[in-house]
C-alpha cells in the first residue's frame, strides 16, 4: 500500500525555520506548536497570534444560480447573505446528518466562496458538484488557489491597520473586503476560530510567505508570535466552538448539536426543498417533544484531563459522553465539552463525573463558553 506523505503549504519552508513541531493533519503537513503551547494560547488571549489555515478547503460557486444552488445544497439562507458578508452554516445529507460546517461569503453578486473543514473539503466539493444538477451555476475546487493567514488576538486590529490601508473599523464581524495587505492582494475577513477577535487573509500561495514576514514585522511590538493547531483547539474549546468529527458529526443533525437555529425551513430555493429538509423538520420536532442531549461544559474539580470518547456519569450510570477535552490555560483546569442527558444539563446540577481509567473524576456542569472576550 502507497502511504501518500502529507501535503505541504506554502509556508512548509518557513514553518521549519522556527522550529516548528509539525503533524499531519486532514492529509497536510501542519504547524501543531513552535515553542510552548501555552505561550501561544495566551498571546491569542492577551495579545495576538499568527496562524497558517492554509489546509482549509475553499469552494467558489459562480453564476446566475449559485445562490439557488447553494439554498439547495445548504442548511442556511445563502440568498440573504449581502455581498461582502459571510455566513456560518451546515451541509446535510438526505438523513439529516451533519457532512461539515461551512462559512461561506458573498465575494459579488454572483459569486460565493464556501470554506469547509480540511478533512471534509473533498466530500463538501463532492455533495456540492452532485447538488449542482439542474442549476446555472459552476463549482470550483479553489484549494490551490489560496493560502490563508489569521492573526488573532485584541491586538490583531492594531497590527493588521499598520500594513493595510483596508478599512477595517467598518468591517463588521462575520464579514470581508477585498484589500491589499503588505503590498499583496487579500480577501480579507473578520472571522476566527479563537473566541478573540481577528482576521483570515486569504491570499495567492505564491505571496504567502511574504505576508507572514510582513505581519510578524508589525506585530512584534505587540508581542504577536506564531501559533500552531494545538492552542488553535484549546482556544476554540475554552470559546465553546464545535468541532467536526468530536461535537459534530453524519450522526448528528444540527438540532441534536443544539444548532438548529442555522437550519432557515422558511427558505425558497428552486421550487423545491434544500437536501435534507424532511429529515430536519422531524429532527426539529423530536427535538421539541423529546429533548436530545445537550451539549455542556465540564469544569473539573481534579486535575486529570477528559478526552473525547470518555463516559459522563451521575449515580453510577452514563449519562453522557466526552466530545472535547484539554487543560485550559485561561481557567488554570482541566475542560470538557459533552453532550449530557438533558436532565444533567444544567449548570450547576450536583453529582455529574467524568469515567477516567474507571475513576468517576467529580465536574461542574456550565453553560458554554467557558470564555468570552470583553467587548
Known sequence: MTVTPPRPTALDALHRSLGATMTDFAGWDMPLRYASERDEHNAVRTKAGLFDLSHMGEITVTGPAAADLLNHA????????GVGRARYTMICREDGGILDDLIVYRLGETEYMVVANAGNAQVVL???TERAAGFDAEVRDDRDAYALIAVQGPDSPAILKSVTDADLDGLKYYAGLPGTVAGVDALIARTG???EDGFELFVAP????KLWQALTEAGAPYGLIPCGLSCRDTLRLEAGMPLYGHELTTALTPFDAGLGRVVKFEKTSHGDDFVGHDALVAAAARAETAPPRK?????AEGRRVPRAGMSVVAGGQVIGEVTSGAPSPTLGKPIAIAYVDAAHAEPGTAGVGVDIRGTHEPYEVV????????K
Not at 505564491?206 to 510567505?209: M, N
Not at 451539549?295 to 469544569?299: D, P
Open 74 to 81: 445548504l442548511v442556511g439562507n445563502i440568498g440573504s447573505v
Open 367 to 374: 453553560a458554554l463558553p467557558f470564555y468570552k472576550r470583553q
Open 126 to 128: 463532492d455533495a456540492l
Open 295 to 299: 451539549l455542556v461544559g465540564l469544569i
Open 193 to 195: 476560530y479563537t473566541g
Open 206 to 209: 505564491a505571496d504567502a510567505e
